[in-house]
Structures are given as structure tokens and as C-alpha cells.
């Protein structure tokens, strides 16, 4: 039956391919990937291929963010192999930090390549038969917009656009950057100063070096470009927002006290919300990724050094099988636990989702250094100029300029402006969101699938009793519950409901530690449902003994439920 | 004999029109307001307290706020906070000049209402009536707590030597002290297990595990009080699905977040931690967030706990865990001072005789010895509560002495009987001494059949549920614990009954269970343990509202001096604002500061801010110590002689102020 399958899937394949090779699957919308987008834009985009893919895409409001705009999840289902919900989904998102806006691409990438392959592609055509996605472009999108509209650097517009009065004075976002010079950046200051601690440098005017503490330098760094607005002798000491939306989800919250721009509480901001409502309503969500920039790490939890021990050894084996082979799929990128080797984060997103819900998840810092010239070696600013200069002709760069500040008197604006540091170059950012991309949907093909494996029915003493085993079987790598969904009481059991034929009845049941195993340890309470606190292991089974009562030939009935695999059915016949 | 007392606490049908025609009779102090609304789409609502005219409005006063009812059992909570506002609004006007009190008597409505209704066995259940899955098996309420022998009361059920076809294991042996009681058996001393105890029901879905999804049982539904951020228990049964997951919880705290002004927060509940200070210098694992208080607070919790002690006479309470509660939350989170009381308690935790009556109001001390003078009827009252919780040997000395008394007081205390219970006691009928008199509760306290903790029963520590992210055990695994000091509780119960009360423990009946067999039914009526007669109510708000008016007493005050202006050069002058904290509590507390989420008092000059040669343009204080705490602010600046500048004052409680400096010749 498998096979026949097999081969109707290929005949289909084989009618609907025009394009003759897979670097060549034909494109209903095309998406240049060489450029970033506004969020409208983003939006466009969505819209776009969710018309041209009616059949497999559905965009859904799932609310709005705090300045209103709309936040819509992608949801990705092949219909004919039933409903989303019914099938483990993987939920894909980024750009939670308004100005990490890769983010954003190499997840409209996913949802525009995974749906421009269906029917085109066996292997992405085979993962979308099995499994359904849920994409969500900008967690973000307020921060998002503003760091494109508004003069930012390329750390800024990472919050939301909460009003909070930074420096306790009364007076909300009153103090924020000034772009002085026009150049559309928030750049660096500085003032030359007999006393000054940064001499520049002679060769390469664009370098300012610390001196060593027994050298006079020639050059004050006053910050970042800006005036006092609010006269009250500070600069830029209260800007717009906000609050750290990776900070504001349930597991392990803390206050602000703790952790700047936790929030108010966990989900107290509109987006986080909106999103953990779909989420909790999706409990067929087996896999998550939350893209960031940058740094090239694949990241895992905890958070926090102190929840080391929450994710059990079972499912720790998984994470380290995808975030190895995630190190070969994305070159210069590491796999690293946020807490060890990162910082500690307290209510992150992948927090809440793999400490608090027990779902597998990675957070992909996109974009690092390293691949500036893609050879090992330091990354030493000399190289960085050079690749600046190179291959991105000085865009990044904004040359420095005298100015006259009100407080500072004459001044040099200038240096490295948002587009540098953190985001993907342009040119390469079509080969970081592939590669992301692909590592994404290897995550997913590891979700978990049942099936029956091998089944026995033998004849027992009485007459019309019946010894049935059974298999159900997981062949990939994820297990249909957690170990940390098993410890925690997380979520549904999965079930496995055995019907007798008409007038029989099933009289007990139990476990089999193997198909030698000669007795079983038995299930004391409903042996026609069988509940799986842990589910199917990963690449494992699970084997089943029952003793039925039914008249032979007739059939017993068999249903495996469970909240992140397919429902499967089958049957044996008393014989 | 007619029955001294009483129907339990009938719960305020509707608490909001309470608030309503008080707001309405006392429309000069009281504000009705709106929290949210819950889940079944009732209205939270609350009374703001505070004098309407004046130079500032109550919005702008230090203000106490104070939470009830956040636990769906306790009635006491609820119905004592709406009393509460009553009495402050009417016999407290000069408090409410200068202070506001806010009150929310019933953060959890639908719990109340539910249990109000009729269509259902009453039974101990404190969290939300919402479906819930607690056993993860895909059914809901599919196994909920039954009324089985049909009382109308859903209590325990005790199985002798269980056979093992019921999965049942007998833990408990009955306590040789009062044979209604369980414990545990010490095996070293040669005791047996003999009893398994279950609460009230089958197991409907046929899995081993009985009531162990739906109301009354082992576990499901969302305990609000373990809904909060605050050290939120993850995964433990009852805490909900992330911290103010509910609509009643998430409304309270925006509600909150609202507010200027607080100073402290009350909270009416099972658990204490006025009587129980928490421990100071205790952090959670981030080390930031005290589990206690900081240990800058601590003064300021034993002055205050001495207060409540001598506003209410309580020596003992069941501590609370404040993991996840609303205390905690306010206090770690919010950053102001918070306490909780559960009201009342066992009389034998009330201590009168250390009081020595003064006057009407006052309560009542040691009867005085036949002949008697005059007594007051709280005197009276206090010495009907003393009655019901001593000792066969105490009340038959009692009754002695009443019957010693000359008839006109007999007369008198019988018709404050009358007022409290609607029947006199004739002293013929009175109860006789027990045959065999209860041993007074020993050290090592004896065990009952009461679960200790009915699902998010808050009444002392919870063992093993809380804390953390240890969490998780299936509810399913929960088994009925004895409570630990039940053989008081059966005392008091026992002296409650003598008088005529209604039993709060309901005798154990043979029952023929359909998948146990013989079984006894019977156990401490819902509620029993949290809430008294509702004769009590009156006497515990005005305990409550003498405790109010101590700790108003305490808010901080901040008042200015001078400003002290100085001539330094032709138009260059030095001007210096004082303030100072008149009050006892400081500004902010320890956590305030840590927390940062209220404004410092903030001083700053209404000048343009180039004229300013010198000094902050605002003065900050994070934190005024009490008693006198003082700050001082200074700014040298340009300006001509005759010159008018104001000086704003911003407290972190209390109203601002502004005050005027004359650029002039001379000033000291």
C-alpha cells in the first residue's frame, strides 16, 4: 500500500512538473530577495501568495499590534491530506526585536518557497502532505516599520512603541536620538579634546582607536548622535518605548527590576498576546523557530542558568541532533544554549515555548561576521573595512562631517550607520534565508509520525479469546509528547482506544518491554483506552498486548490519538 | 432545645448593589468603580473611600487598598470587606478625609455565584468553575467530587482495609483521641494503617483515580490566588496556564497598575502575614525577587503586625505561601507594602485577656467574677465566643458562673444572645459537661478525615504543590492529607453544637459505594474552617476598621519647608526646598525602591531651564525615610530681585504641592 502510494504521488509529480530541475521550480509570485521590505510591503507580499496559492495558504488576523497594525499568520496546509490542526504543524516567526529584520525575510523566504514547491518538489511536496506551518513574518511590526521610517542605528527599534519614561521624570520617550546630520542614521559623536581617550587613526580616517591608559589621545566619544531635548543635561536618555517583546511571555517572567523591558506582566503587550492565544490553541504544534540576527548561533534553551536541569536528557539528545546538523547546514553559525552561552533571558519567546509548553524550538541568530570572507580566520576590523569598502561600497558607512551642536559646540557626526553590524548584506541575503530555510524544514521533517508496526493475533485458551499485540511505531526523530510535555503534565496524553467487535470486549491490556517479552505489565484501568503519558518515543515504538473476547473473524477496531501526530486508525481481525 | 446559631455566612447576593447604596447614601466619600469583568461576564467592582471635597481628590491621598474574596470559599473575606466599607464610610469620615481606602470585596464573583446557586451539593471549592482537563486524559469534567448518599453535601469518604481490587491503600488509623478523626500511624509505636480516605464520589470514568477531574475533587480549575506573576508556581495544579491567564486576575492588576498613590495593600484571604512576618532577606533563584520581604521592610512588618494584633487579638494564623498569590504580587512586584489576613479565626487563636476593657467599644476580658458589675454587650459577645471554644471543664465553670449572676444581668446577656443566635439559652438546657473530656490538643497535633488542601485550599503552606517549576504531579496522584490541627477544629466544633449551632462536621454514615462496597461518609462541612457565623461579621469589620485607622495612621506624609532663598550675586540666586516625610512609613518601602515602577518624590523649579546655573531640574528622593526623613534640593539661578518662582513637589504618595520663593534681599 506504501508503495502504491508512493508511485501515485510520482505520476501526479510528473504531470504537474514544467520545470525540468529543482533550482528551477517556477514561481507564482516572485519575491526579489536581494532587498528588504517594509512591513506594508511584507504585507503585500503575504497577500499576494496567499491568492496565488489559495488551496494551501490562508492568512489569518490574529490581532493587531499596539499601533495597529495587523499581524497575520500564514497558515500553510495541504487540505487533501486533512486540516491543519490535525496534522504536528511547525511554527516559524521573526523579527520579535524591531530592528533584527533579516528576521523577516528568511521567514516570508520559507513561506514562499515551501509554497512554490508543493506539487513541484517531492521532498517539500512529501512535508507538506505530512505536516502543516504556521508563519507569522513580524512578531513586530510597529518596531519593525519604525526602524525602516524613522532615524535608528542598528540596535535601535528593538522595543515596541510602549510609552515608558526611562528616566523617571514624569515625561514619556521625551529625550530620543537626533539624526543631526541627515544621513537617515543615528551615528556616533565626538569632539576633539587635549584630554580625550581615542586617537584617530592617520592611515584611515574613518577608525577612532582607545589609547592605553598611559597615552594622551586626541578625541572624546560623546555617544550617540543627539541633543538634549529635554534640557534637563542628558542626552538621548529617553527614547520611544518600550518594552523587550522577548522578554514578555510566561515562562520564568520577571519584572522589570530583574530585566529591563520585561513589561508590565507576561503578555501584557497586545502582540505577545495575540500570538500565545493561537499557540495555546495550537497544540499540534510540535516545532518552533523564532529567527533573530545576529551572530550565527542556533540557539536552544533554558534561559536561565537555574531552569539547567528543566529539559529532560531524552529531549536534550533531539535538540543536539538538530543543532549539530544545523551547524553543517548554516556555515558559521554555532549551537549554543541561550543561558551558557549567550545571556540569561528571563520570558523569552523560546522560553515559553520549549521550557513552558515543551515544544522543540530554536531561535537562528542570523548573520555573523565570520561570513564576511566566508574562510576562517579573525574577523579584525581591517577585514571588516575591507569588506566594506569591497563589497558593499562604503553603504554602511556614513563619512564623518563637522557639526555644530547646541550643547557640544563643533563636532564630528559620523561612522557606521544602521545598515552595517547586524543585518545581512543584500547580496547574500537570498543564500541566508535558503540555507535557514533549509534548515527549518529539516527541523520540521522530524516531527513525529505513528504507524502501526507489526501486529499478532493469536488464539488463546478459551474459545472466541484472542491475544492481540501490536506496534505503533514513530520513525522519526521528535517523540509525540516531550519529555518535559510527560514530567510536567503538559497538554493531552495520547490515546490509543481499542474497540472489541460487537458482543466482545477487550478483558486486559499492557505493556511489552519487547516483541521477547513473555508478560506484560499490565494496564489496570480502562484496557480499551490506553493512555501514553509519554507518547511514541522518537525512532521507537511502543508494543501493546491485549486479551480480547470476540467471535472470530470479526474485527477489532483500533485509534491512536494524539496532539502532535496524525490520527491514525487501523484494525485486526480476530483470526 | 432551639438551635443557638445559625445558618452558615449567606453570601452577600449581590455584593455590587451593597456598593451601590453605599455609594449612593454616602455620596460625599464613597465612588463605586469597575475592575473588569470576569468570565462568566459579572462585574468586578469595588468602593473607593474618601472625602470628595477637600484640597486634593481621594485619587491623590495615600490610600490602602483592599482585596477579598479572591478564594471562591471565603465568604468571611467578602462579606467582612463590604461591612468594612460600610462601617469606614459611615462611623470613619475623618480617616477618609485624609486617606483613601479602596475596596474590592469580591475578586472572584463566578465561584460566589455558583456556590449561591441551588442546583448542587454544596462542597469545598475555592478555584474557577471552568471546564478542565486536569488528569490530561482528553475528557472533561468527566470525574468531579459526588454527593453520593445524597445530604446534600459533598464530604469525604473513609474505606476500612481496602481490598485491593479498589487500588486503594489504607494510610490513616483513627485517632484514639476522638474517633470522628484520622491520622497517621506511627509504626514504631506498633499503629496500623487501617483507612483509606477519599473525598465524596465514584470513579465515573473507570480509570483508578476517583474525583480527580471536576469541581470538589483532587484537582483542575484555576485557583486566582495562584494565578499572579509573582514567583508563579509553572506547571503546579490549579496555577492556570500562564501567570493572570484569567480575566479576574489580568483585570486586578491593570486595576492596580492604574492606581497613584498606594501605600499598602490588604488582602482578606485564607493565610496570614501579620501575625506570620515573612521571612526578609529570602530570594528567588534569579537571587532578586525576596519570597519574603526585603530585609529593609521588616520593621515595618513587625510595627504593623503589633498594630493588627492589637486591633484584632489574633495570635494565630496558618501562614501564607505567597507563591503566585496577590500579596506576593503586590508586595515583590508592585512594591508597596502588603499584608494578608484571613479575617477570622479559631476563637482559641484570639487572645482577650491580655486586653483590659476601656470603655464601650473595647473588647470584653476575663468575666468577672459573680457578683459581676455591669457588662457591656460586646463584653458579652466576646464571652459567648470564648463559651463555644473552651473546654467541657471551662464552660461548665462558665455556666456556673452565669447561673451565680443576679437575674437582671442574666437578663441581659440573654437578650444579647437573642440578638446573636435569635433564641435565648435557657441555663437548665445548657450543655452538661462531656461524659469523657477532651484532652487539650497535644503537642503533636491530631489528624482528621479534612483534606488538608482540597484543591487551592490556601489556608497554610502547600506541601509539595507550589513552589517553582518542581511542579507538575498529575492530579490524579493527589491524595486527601489531614490537616494537621483538626482536633481543635473538633473542639470548637463540639462547644459550637452545645450551644445549638449546626454541626460543621458531618458524622460518619455507612454507605454502600457501587464500586467500593462499605464505606463511611462524612467530614468537615465546606467552608467550615474559613468561615464563622454570620453574627461574627459586625465584630470582625470593626476589628478590621480599628486596624484601618492604625495602619492610615502610619501612611507617609510629605510637607515642604521654606524654600530658603539666597542672594549670591546682582541677579544670581540660590534657592533651597525642603521636604520632609511626617508620616511613620517611609515614601517607598525597600521593595519600592528595588522595583522602581512608582515615581520618587519629585522636586523640581518652574523656571527656563538655561536659567538654571546650577542643580538637577529635578530633585529625586526614591525613598523618604519616616519619622522626619527629610530631602533637600538646591538650584543656584538667574533672576531679578522681586522675582515670583515656583517650586513644584511631586511625593511618591500623597498629593502634590507647590510652593513660591521671592528672589529677595535676605533670607534665612
Keep these: 500500500m506504501k508503495l502504491s502510494r508512493t508511485f501515485a504521488a510520482m505520476t501526479a509529480l510528473a504531470c504537474s512538473l514544467t520545470a525540468p530541475a529543482q533550482e528551477h521550480i517556477p514561481a507564482k509570485v516572485e519575491i526579489p530577495f536581494n532587498r528588504y521590505y517594509r512591513y506594508a510591503e511584507m504585507e503585500e507580499w503575504l497577500r499576494k501568495i496567499a491568492a496565488a496559492y489559495p488551496e494551501i495558504v490562508e492568512l489569518r488576523n490574529i490581532g493587531k499590534s499596539l499601533e495597529g497594525r495587523d499581524l497575520w499568520v500564514a497558515v500553510v496546509n495541504n487540505p487533501r491530506t486533512g486540516p491543519d490542526t490535525s496534522k504536528p504543524a511547525m511554527w516559524i516567526d521573526g523579527n520579535v526585536h524591531g530592528n533584527e529584520i533579516q528576521a523577516g525575510e528568511a521567514t516570508l523566504y520559507s513561506l514562499w518557497y515551501l509554497t512554490k514547491a508543493q506539487g513541484h518538489n517531492a521532498d517539500l511536496t512529501k512535508l507538506l502532505d505530512n505536516y502543516s506551518f504556521y508563519f507569522l513574518v513580524s512578531q513586530n511590526p510597529d518596531g519593525r516599520e519604525h526602524w525602516f521610517m524613522d532615524v535608528q542605528n542598528s540596535s535601535s527599534s528593538r522595543s515596541n512603541r510602549r510609552p515608558v519614561d526611562n528616566d523617571r521624570d514624569g515625561a514619556l520617550d521625551e529625550d530620543r536620538p537626533d539624526d543631526l546630520d541627515g544621513d537617515g542614521s543615528i551615528t556616533q559623536m565626538w569632539k576633539q579634546d587635549p584630554n580625550g581617550r581615542w586617537l584617530r587613526d592617520r592611515d584611515d580616517p574613518r577608525i577612532f582607536t582607545r589609547v592605553a591608559d598611559d597615552k594622551k589621545g586626541e578625541w572624546t566619544n560623546l555617544g550617540s548622535e543627539g541633543i538634549d531635548n529635554d534640557g534637563d543635561g542628558q542626552i538621548n536618555e529617553d527614547g520611544p518605548g518600550g518594552d523587550d517583546m522577548n522578554r514578555n511571555w510566561p515562562s520564568d517572567w520577571l519584572p522589570d527590576y530583574v530585566q529591563g523591558g520585561a513589561g508590565l506582566f507576561p503578555f501584557s503587550n497586545p502582540e505577545p498576546r495575540a500570538i500565545g492565544a493561537f499557540i495555546l490553541a495550537h497544540p499540534n504544534i510540535a516545532a518552533v523557530q523564532s529567527y533573530h540576527n545576529a551572530g550565527g548561533m542556533i540557539l536552544r534553551g533554558p534561559g536561565a542558568s537555574y531552569r539547567e536541569g528543566i529539559i529532560p536528557g531524552e529531549d536534550l539528545r533531539v535538540y543536539d541532533e538538530i543543532g549539530r546538523n544545523g551547524e553543517v547546514l548554516l556555515p558559521y553559525y554555532r549551537y549554543m544554549i541561550i543561558y551558557r552561552d549567550l545571556y540569561t533571558v528571563h520570558g523569552g519567546f523560546v522560553n515559553w515555548t520549549a521550557e513552558g509548553l515543551g515544544v522543540f524550538s530554536f531561535t537562528n541568530e542570523l548573520w555573523s561576521d565570520a561570513k564576511y570572507f566566508q574562510r576562517d580566520g579573525s574577523s579584525d576590523d581591517t577585514r571588516r573595512w575591507l569588506f566594506r569598502d569591497r563589497l558593499q561600497f562604503g553603504q554602511t558607512f556614513t563619512p564623518y562631517k563637522e557639526f555644530d551642536h547646541p550643547q557640544y559646540g563643533k563636532i564630528l557626526i559620523g561612522g557606521l550607520n544602521k545598515w552595517s553590524s547586524r543585518v545581512t548584506p543584500t547580496f547574500m541575503l537570498e543564500e541566508e534565508c535558503h540555507r535557514n530555510f533549509g534548515f527549518t524544514m529539516y527541523h520540521a521533517d522530524q516531527m513525529p509520525i505513528v504507524s502501526w508496526g507489526r501486529t499478532e493475533v493469536t488464539k488463546d485458551a478459551a474459545p472466541n479469546t484472542w491475544i492481540v499485540t501490536l506496534e505503533v511505531r514513530n520513525e522519526k526523530l521528535m517523540p509525540t509528547r516531550s519529555g518535559l510535555q510527560r514530567q510536567k503534565g503538559i497538554g493531552v496524553n495520547d490515546i490509543l482506544t481499542v474497540t472489541p467487535p460487537n458482543g466482545g470486549s477487550v478483558d486486559a491490556a499492557g505493556f511489552l518491554s519487547s516483541w521477547q517479552d513473555t508478560r506484560m505489565d499490565e494496564i489496570r484501568h480502562e484496557p480499551a483506552r490506553v493512555q501514553l503519558p509519554g507518547g511514541i518515543p522518537g525512532r521507537g515504538g511502543v508494543i501493546l498486548r491485549f486479551y480480547v473476547s470476540g467471535r472470530e473473524g470479526e474485527k477489532v477496531v483500533l485509534k491512536y490519538t494524539s496532539e502532535k501526530a496524525k490520527e491514525l486508525t487501523g484494525g485486526v481481525v480476530l483470526r | ?668
Design chain 2, 1 to 668: 432545645m432551639m438551635a443557638l446559631v445559625v445558618a452558615m455566612l449567606a453570601v452577600a447576593n449581590d455584593v455590587n448593589s451593597r456598593l451601590h447604596d453605599l455609594a449612593r447614601a454616602e455620596s460625599a466619600y464613597v465612588e463605586e468603580f469597575r475592575v473588569g469583568t470576569s468570565a462568566g461576564g459579572r462585574e468586578i467592582r469595588g468602593a473607593r473611600l474618601g472625602a470628595k471635597t477637600g484640597e486634593s481628590g481621594p485619587d491623590d491621598r495615600a490610600s490602602l487598598v483592599i482585596v477579598a474574596g479572591l478564594n471562591g470559599m471565603h465568604r468571611v473575606g467578602t462579606e467582612a470587606a463590604i461591612a468594612l466599607a460600610e462601617g469606614l464610610a459611615r462611623d470613619h469620615k475623618t480617616l477618609l478625609d485624609g486617606a483613601t481606602v479602596y475596596i474590592v470585596p469580591c475578586a472572584n464573583p463566578d465561584t460566589f455565584a455558583w456556590h449561591a446557586g441551588a442546583d448542587h451539593p454544596k462542597v469545598e471549592w475555592p478555584r474557577t468553575i471552568r471546564p478542565m482537563d486536569a488528569d490530561h486524559d482528553g475528557r472533561v469534567n468527566e470525574d468531579p467530587a459526588e454527593d453520593l448518599n445524597g445530604d446534600g453535601i459533598i464530604t469525604m469518604m473513609r474505606i476500612r482495609n481496602p481490598a485491593p481490587t479498589t487500588g486503594l491503600h489504607a494510610e490513616f488509623m483513627i485517632d484514639p483521641e476522638d474517633a470522628r478523626l484520622l491520622k497517621k500511624p506511627d509504626a514504631a509505636k506498633g499503629e496500623r494503617t487501617e483507612f483509606a480516605l477519599l473525598f465524596e464520589g465514584s470513579d465515573n470514568d473507570h480509570d483508578g483515580a476517583f474525583n480527580e477531574d471536576g469541581v470538589g475533587g483532587a484537582g483542575g480549575g484555576v485557583d486566582l490566588d495562584l494565578n499572579f506573576p509573582a514567583r508563579w508556581p509553572e506547571f503546579a495544579d490549579g496555577a492556570g496556564r500562564f501567570a493572570l491567564s484569567e480575566p479576574e486576575t489580568r483585570a486586578l492588576v491593570e486595576w492596580m497598575l492604574g492606581l497613584k498613590n498606594v501605600a499598602a495593600v490588604l488582602v482578606f484571604g485564607p493565610g496570614d502575614t501579620l501575625l506570620n512576618v515573612p521571612v526578609p532577606g529570602k530570594f528567588d533563584p534569579s537571587g532578586q525577587v525576596p519570597t519574603g520581604i526585603e530585609e529593609g521592610d521588616k520593621a515595618a512588618y513587625e510595627e504593623i503586625g503589633k498594630l493588627f494584633k492589637e486591633a484584632t487579638g489574633m495570635t494565630g494564623a496558618p501562614a501564607l505561601d505567597n507563591a503566585g498569590t496577590f500579596q506576593g504580587w503586590a508586595y515583590a512586584h508592585y512594591g508597596v507594602l502588603s499584608f494578608q489576613t484571613p479575617v477570622w479565626v479559631r476563637p482559641d487563636q484570639v487572645k482577650t485577656e491580655d486586653f483590659t476593657p476601656k470603655g464601650e467599644e473595647q473588647n470584653a476580658g476575663e468575666m468577672p467574677k459573680a457578683p459581676a458589675g455591669e457588662f457591656t454587650p460586646d463584653q458579652i459577645r466576646d464571652r459567648m465566643r470564648q463559651f463555644r471554644s473552651a473546654t467541657p471543664e471551662e464552660q461548665a465553670k462558665m455556666l456556673t458562673e452565669y447561673q451565680n449572676l443576679p437575674p437582671e444581668q442574666r437578663e441581659k446577656v440573654q437578650a444579647v444572645m437573642r440578638e446573636m443566635f435569635g433564641e435565648p439559652p435557657p441555663a437548665a438546657q445548657a450543655p452538661a459537661p462531656a461524659a469523657n473530656p477532651e484532652q487539650p490538643a497535644s503537642a503533636q497535633p491530631p489528624a482528621t478525615p479534612q483534606p488538608g488542601g482540597p484543591p487551592g485550599r490556601r489556608g497554610g503552606r502547600r506541601g509539595g504543590e507550589g513552589g517553582g517549576s518542581g511542579g507538575g504531579d498529575s492530579a490524579a496522584a493527589k491524595r486527601p492529607e489531614p490537616a494537621g490541627d483538626d482536633a481543635k477544629w473538633m473542639k470548637y466544633n463540639d462547644a459550637r453544637v452545645r450551644e445549638g449551632d449546626a454541626t460543621g462536621f458531618v458524622e460518619w454514615a455507612a454507605f454502600d459505594h457501587p464500586q467500593l462496597g462499605k464505606v463511611e461518609i462524612g467530614g468537615w462541612m465546606p467552608g467550615f474552617k474559613m468561615n464563622p457565623p454570620t453574627t461574627e461579621i459586625a465584630r470582625l469589620a470593626g476589628e478590621q476598621a480599628k486596624f484601618v485607622e492604625a495602619l492610615a495612621a502610619k501612611f507617609p506624609k510629605v510637607t515642604n519647608q521654606g524654600p530658603w532663598v539666597q542672594r549670591l550675586g546682582p541677579a544670581l540666586w540660590r534657592i533651597t526646598a525642603r521636604v520632609t516625610n511626617e508620616g511613620w512609613m517611609a515614601t517607598m518601602p525597600a521593595i519600592g525602591v528595588k522595583a522602581r515602577r512608582a515615581m520618587p518624590t519629585l522636586v523640581s523649579l518652574e523656571v527656563p531651564l538655561e536659567r538654571i546655573v546650577a542643580g538637577d531640574r529635578f530633585g529625586r528622593a526614591w525613598a523618604m525615610a519616616g519619622s522626619g526623613g527629610m530631602n533637600e534640593t538646591s538650584w543656584t539661578i538667574t533672576g531679578t530681585p522681586g522675582e515670583v518662582v515656583k517650586i513644584n513637589i511631586s511625593p511618591t504618595i500623597g498629593p502634590k504641592h507647590t510652593i513660591e520663593a521671592t528672589l529677595a534681599e535676605v533670607s534665612r
